[in-house]
């Protein structure tokens, strides 16, 4: 397992007083489902996946750090608002 993708997100996150622990939770739980597909970039993902490995139980508070993650420029953030197709969320290397 290769943990220099979380390593360099801590890295760019040091000194981002934006970012949460619930920011930092999802970030690794996305991580771990890239790992666990292939290390797809992007990943097509459904909400409930990662609020689940994230431990996050509310929509409203994952679909903000979603969003947040995207605007600060750590992950690009494709929502699908089709039930039966995931969001798309692809990772993005900020010279981390």
């Known amino acids: 397992m290769d943990i220099t993708p979380l390593g360099d997100f ?3 996150i040091q000194n981002d007083a934006r970012i949460s622990t619930t920011h930092i939770g999802i970030y690794a ?3 771990q489902y890239r790992l666990l597909h292939g ?3 992007p990943i097509q993902v459904f909400s409930r ?3 689940h490995i994230a431990k996050v139980s509310s929509a409203m508070t994952y679909h903000r ?5 995207s605007e600060y420029g750590y992950i690009r953030y494709e929502p699908s608002y089709n039930r039966n197709k995931g969001s798309r ?3 993005v290397d900020k010279g981390m």
């Open 10 to 12: 801590f890295e760019a």
């Open 29 to 31: 739980a996305l991580l």
């Open 89 to 91: 969320i692809y990772f």
């Open 39 to 41: 290390f797809d970039n």
């Open 65 to 69: 750090c979603i969003r947040e993650l």
């Open 49 to 51: 996946e990662i609020m």
